[in-house]
């Protein structure tokens, strides 16, 4: 079988490095020795497990994607940079026809569809590659369309830890809350409290001090009007290695579509879990 080859965008950081680990031993894929990165990071080249990419920034990406496509063909762009960074490298995709699966959150999600939808691309955008807890989306977004109003009345809380270095609110926070505001929950985005300080972390959470730098902690607490019930949903990870089956998966699926000629469509981890 013809490995599928891929840019990882985002090195040096830490996703973006502990999916290249995964991509080097998946059988599936071949990596393209080279990696988008941002404007603030120095270093020119990153090596892991014995194999070296060049950073490139972004005001070198321009003139070097085409040689790069002229000697390692079509390429599949895996993007998990900085959410600051999403809507112009998406714009950059596209411009390029470059074929992406966006795991980076932020920025304008409906922006990002449109132009995905104007160009002659598809990509995979989710704001969590992690499966399971996609799942557990899917299953909250089935009880919010069967039974609108269900919790009517009711409070909610949502508190997410995530290691410092994440800059914004988790995409899938803010995803089941959209799900709970069906059911008949007033409740807003703003609302969501963000834990980002380690000593917090810690101490009255709980995480282990080996995944500070990379967890993904989330709570999700209703409580009835009388405060006689409560509901309470939780789902921690502990680092990252759940995402990268995920990602991986979603990118033999984006690569289906391009044998398919598919352009044009933007696909979300459902999809991929469907398989459709």
């Not at 991509?23 to 603030?40: C, H, I, K």
């Not at 950073?55 to 321009?62: A, G, N, S, V």
């Not at 496509?69 to 998990?80: L, S, T």
């Amino acid at each position: 079988m013809q490995k599928i080859p891929i840019m990882i965008n985002g090195l040096p950081g830490n996703v973006a490095q502990m999916l290249a680990r995964h991509a080097l031993s998946d059988n599936r894929f071949s990596l393209v020795p080279f990696s988008l990165t941002g404007p603030e990071i120095s270093d020119s080249v990153y090596e892991s497990n014995g194999a070296a990419f060049k950073l490139i920034r972004p005001q070198e990406r321009d003139s070097a994607v085409e040689g790069i496509k002229a000697e390692f063909g079509e390429f599949i762009a895996v993007d998990f940079t900085h959410p600051s960074a999403v809507e112009d490298n998406t714009r950059f995709y596209c411009n390029h026809d470059i074929f992406f699966v966006m795991g980076t959150t932020g920025g304008d999600r409906l922006l990002l569809a449109k132009l995905v939808e104007q160009s002659n691309i598809s990509a995979v955008i989710a704001p969590n590659m992690a499966k399971q807890i996609v799942g557990f989306q899917a299953m909250v977004a089935h009880a919010a369309e069967q039974f609108p109003g269900l919790f009517t009345g009711y409070s909610l809380e949502i508190n997410e830890s995530h290691q410092s270095a994440k800059a914004d609110t988790s995409g899938t926070a803010k995803a089941v809350a959209g799900y709970f505001n069906k059911m008949g929950i007033d409740f807003s985005e703003d609302r969501i409290t963000k834990i980002r300080d380690i000593n917090v972390q810690q101490k009255e959470l709980g995480v282990p001090k080996a995944y500070l730098n990379g967890h993904a902690w989330h709570t999700y607490t209703l409580v009835s009007p009388d405060k006689s019930v409560l509901f309470k949903f939780t789902h921690n990870i502990n680092g990252r290695d759940i995402y990268a089956d995920g990602t991986l998966d979603a990118t033999g699926f984006l690569h289906k579509k391009i044998g398919q000629n598919v352009h044009g469509h933007v696909y979300s981890m459902i999809d991929v879990l469907k398989g459709s």
